[in-house]
């Protein structure tokens, strides 16, 4: 029985302790992908241990794939087990815009390929997507405003004039995350074996921000596999395919003609 209980008062609620970790301020961590989970390590030689945990597995998704659920690990009162086992928070959805509805027409410039949802209104930082740069190699993590209200496909639309949360880009051989000063504050690890990069976050951030950073590198690990992938004919371009084949082709008269 907890203290809590002891002295007659109900023990906290799963979403107070939720938001109390909130505030808290994350210390510098290596994040890798492993499956559907993203795992933490804040010191050399302590094993990793889960820290969100994702739908699909996004080191190895296509073009096809439109949406990623991304949820906080919530570590159960001493060591999980199969009746208290850990439990998780849904705080983002990851999105991917492949082409305008319709699939005739890319995504305006106005709008987001891959985009980070937030899934409450009280997360700091809101939504955010991921801007090319004119720069080669260059992106920038803008506000969104999700309503579309202003688009000619009603898509996420970058705020105007917004400032960048975050920066990314490629640095030699290194990507590399820098926040709304210039200051670097994470670096993508190259993996010798081709899987995923890691992530080493270099500093101390406020866990909005260093969430919103793992959800926004997730999108580029996302990006990388579906850039990597055989491109896959949509529906549409199928059935355009074989419209152009069939008439390629000689009707059945002239066929019955032939003989």
Not at 127 to 154: E, F, I, N, Q, V
Not at 208 to 222: I, K, N, R, T, Y
Request: glycine fraction near 6%.
């Amino acid at each position: 029985m907890s203290a809590d209980e002891m002295n007659g008062s109900p023990p906290p609620s799963y979403q107070d302790v939720v938001d109390e970790k909130a505030s808290d301020r994350i210390p510098p961590s290596l994040l890798s992908v492993d499956g559907q989970t993203i795992t933490t390590q804040h010191h050399e030689g302590v094993s990793p241990t889960a820290a969100y945990r994702l739908n699909r597995g996004i080191a190895t998704l296509s073009h096809a794939t439109s949406e990623v659920t991304f949820e906080r690990v919530v570590k159960a009162h001493g060591q999980a087990t199969e009746k208290a086992p850990d439990r998780t928070r849904h705080i983002y959805n990851l999105r991917y815009i492949h082409k305008a509805p319709g699939g005739l027409e890319g995504v305006p410039s106005d709008s987001p390929h891959y985009y980070v949802e937030s899934v409450s209104s009280k997360t700091g930082l809101g939504s955010l997507g991921m801007k090319k740069s004119t720069l080669r190699k260059h992106w920038k993590a803008l506000p969104l405003d999700l309503s579309g209200k202003t688009s000619s496909y009603k898509l996420p639309q970058f705020v105007k004039d917004a400032d960048a949360v975050f920066t990314l880009s490629l640095q030699g051989d290194q990507f590399v995350w820098a926040d709304a000063r210039g200051n670097v504050v994470a670096e993508e690890i190259p993996q010798e074996d081709g899987s995923a990069s890691k992530l080493q976050v270099k500093s101390s951030l406020q866990r909005d921000s260093f969430e919103m950073l793992v959800a926004l590198w997730c999108c580029h690990v996302w990006q990388q596999s579906a850039e990597g992938q055989p491109r896959v004919q949509t529906r549409l371009e199928s059935v355009r395919h074989k419209l152009s084949l069939s008439k390629d082709l000689p009707s059945r008269g002239n066929q019955f003609m032939r003989f």
